[in-house]
């Protein structure tokens, strides 16, 4: 099943009551994976490879590989 041409479909979202989004992905055979989005600026995915990336929304980013390496970056949001 696709949406939006992707090779995925949505398996749930909703807000919480501090307004953050989440949203749930299956892959299918490839896993599943999800995202936060907060009030804040801040965001987190996690892939069905293994690998995550997180936003702060002000600078800060980390991705980790699906080997588990960590990158991180502390450049300005603006």
Known sequence: MTSNGKDYSYT???TNDQGNHYCSRDYGTSGSGYHYSN???SYYYSNPNGSSYYNSGTGYSQ???PSGNTHKSNGSSK
């Open 12 to 14: 749930g979202h909703g």
């Open 39 to 41: 009030t804040n600026g």
């Open 63 to 65: 991705y980790t590989t």
